[in-house]
C-alpha cells in the first residue's frame, strides 16, 4: 500500500495477533497512530515496541471489545492522545477450539461468548466512536467478517452466526451514519495463516503439514492467505480512494467464494 495515512487515528479490536496485527503494521507504516486493543498482554505490549519508521507509531491498550466500558475507554485514550478516533477497525474474532460442535451441543455459554466478543463488540465499538465521527464530519468503519458469513460449515453455529450478523450490522450502519460522512464496509477474509487457523489444526490432531496443503488447494490461488493481504484491503478501504465506497462487504479469500464452495 502506498496511502498516507498520516495525521490519522486507528483503533484495531484484536490487534495484537494475527489479522490484527497486520492492520496495525499496515496502517502504523504509513504514518497512522494506532492504537492496538487486545486481551493478549505479551502480543500486545511486543507489537508496540516493534520499530515503525517515519511518523507513525503503535500503542497498547488492554481491552475485552465485547465490554462497553473497555470500548468507550479506547476511544477515550484516542481523544487523548490524538483527538479522536478516525478509523475503528472491528477485527476481533474467536472460535474457540472446544466449540466446534453441531450447534445442539454447544452451550449456552459458549454462544454468548463468541457471538458477544465477534458481534457485540462491533456494535459497542461504533457506539462509542460515531458520536466524535459525527461532529468531526468523517470516519470510516471497517469490520472483519469471513467467509463463514457468506458460506458456512459443520461445527461453526454461532461463529457463523455472529459473522452473517457483521454483514447485516455492517449494511445498516452504512445507511444510518452516510449522511454524517462515515463510511461502514466489511472484509470476508478466506483461510488466513494466524494463531486462529494454528489452534484449529493443533486441535484436529494428525497431519499439520498435509492439513495446510489440503487447506491451501481449497483456495483456487493455491495458497493460504497470509495477515497483510486482509492489511492491505482494510488500508484501501479506509483511504480516499474508497470514498465512494459504503456498506459492501469484500472477500479476501484466494478464489474461494467465487468457486461458490469449500471444496
Given at each position: 500500500?502506498?496511502?498516507?495515512?498520516?495525521?490519522?487515528?486507528?483503533?484495531?479490536?484484536?490487534?495484537?495477533?494475527?489479522?490484527?496485527?497486520?492492520?496495525?503494521?499496515?496502517?502504523?507504516?504509513?504514518?497512522?497512530a494506532?492504537?492496538?486493543?487486545?486481551?493478549?498482554t505479551?502480543?500486545?505490549?511486543?507489537?508496540?515496541?516493534?520499530?515503525?519508521?517515519?511518523?507513525?507509531?503503535?500503542?497498547?491498550?488492554?481491552?475485552?471489545?465485547?465490554?462497553?466500558?473497555a470500548?468507550?475507554?479506547?476511544?477515550?485514550?484516542?481523544?487523548?492522545?490524538?483527538?479522536?478516533?478516525?478509523v475503528?477497525?472491528?477485527?476481533?474474532g474467536?472460535?474457540?477450539?472446544?466449540?466446534?460442535?453441531?450447534?445442539?451441543?454447544?452451550?449456552?455459554?459458549?454462544?454468548?461468548?463468541?457471538?458477544?466478543?465477534?458481534?457485540?463488540?462491533?456494535?459497542?465499538?461504533?457506539?462509542?466512536?460515531?458520536?466524535?465521527?459525527?461532529?468531526?464530519?468523517?470516519?470510516v468503519?471497517?469490520?472483519?467478517?469471513?467467509?463463514?458469513?457468506?458460506?458456512?460449515?459443520?461445527?461453526?453455529?454461532?461463529?457463523?452466526?455472529?459473522?452473517?450478523?457483521?454483514?447485516?450490522?455492517?449494511r445498516?450502519?452504512?445507511?444510518?451514519?452516510?449522511?454524517?460522512?462515515?463510511?461502514?464496509?466489511?472484509?470476508?477474509?478466506?483461510?488466513?495463516?494466524?494463531?486462529?487457523?494454528?489452534?484449529?489444526?493443533?486441535?484436529?490432531?494428525?497431519?499439520?503439514?498435509?492439513?495446510?496443503?489440503?487447506?491451501?488447494?481449497l483456495?483456487?490461488?493455491?495458497?493460504?492467505?497470509?495477515?497483510?493481504?486482509?492489511?492491505?484491503?482494510?488500508?484501501?478501504?479506509?483511504?480516499?480512494g474508497?470514498?465512494?465506497?459504503?456498506?459492501?462487504?469484500?472477500?479476501?479469500?484466494?478464489?474461494?467464494?467465487?468457486r461458490?464452495?469449500?471444496?
Amino acid at each position: 500500500m502506498t496511502s498516507n495515512f498520516t495525521g490519522t487515528t486507528v483503533i484495531v479490536t484484536g490487534g495484537a495477533k494475527g489479522i490484527g496485527r497486520g492492520i496495525c503494521l499496515g496502517f502504523a507504516r504509513a504514518g497512522a497512530a494506532v492504537l492496538c486493543a487486545d486481551i493478549d498482554t505479551a502480543a500486545g505490549v511486543e507489537l508496540a515496541a516493534e520499530p515503525i519508521s517515519g511518523t507513525g507509531e503503535i500503542r497498547f491498550q488492554r481491552a475485552d471489545a465485547s465490554q462497553a466500558s473497555a470500548c468507550q475507554g479506547l476511544v477515550d485514550t484516542a481523544t487523548e492522545l490524538w483527538g479522536g478516533a478516525g478509523v475503528v477497525c472491528n477485527n476481533v474474532g474467536i472460535q474457540p477450539t472446544d466449540c466446534y460442535l453441531p450447534a445442539h451441543e454447544l452451550s449456552e455459554a459458549a454462544w454468548d461468548r463468541i457471538i458477544n466478543v465477534n458481534l457485540k463488540s462491533a456494535f459497542l465499538m461504533t457506539r462509542a466512536c460515531i458520536p466524535g465521527m459525527i461532529t468531526r464530519r468523517k470516519g470510516v468503519i471497517i469490520n472483519t467478517a469471513s467467509v463463514q458469513g457468506l458460506q458456512s460449515a459443520k461445527g461453526v453455529s454461532a461463529y457463523a452466526a455472529s459473522k452473517g450478523g457483521i454483514l447485516s450490522l455492517t449494511r445498516q450502519l452504512a445507511l444510518e451514519y452516510a449522511e454524517y460522512g462515515i463510511r461502514v464496509l466489511a472484509v470476508n477474509p478466506g483461510t488466513i495463516d494466524t494463531p486462529l487457523v494454528d489452534e484449529a489444526l493443533a486441535a484436529v490432531g494428525g497431519d499439520e503439514a498435509a492439513a495446510r496443503v489440503h487447506m491451501a488447494a481449497l483456495h483456487p490461488l493455491g495458497r493460504i492467505g497470509q495477515p497483510e493481504d486482509v492489511a492491505n484491503l482494510v488500508m484501501f478501504l479506509a483511504s480516499d480512494g474508497a470514498s465512494f465506497m459504503t456498506g459492501e462487504n469484500i472477500c479476501v479469500d484466494g478464489g474461494l467464494m467465487a468457486r461458490g464452495s469449500w471444496g
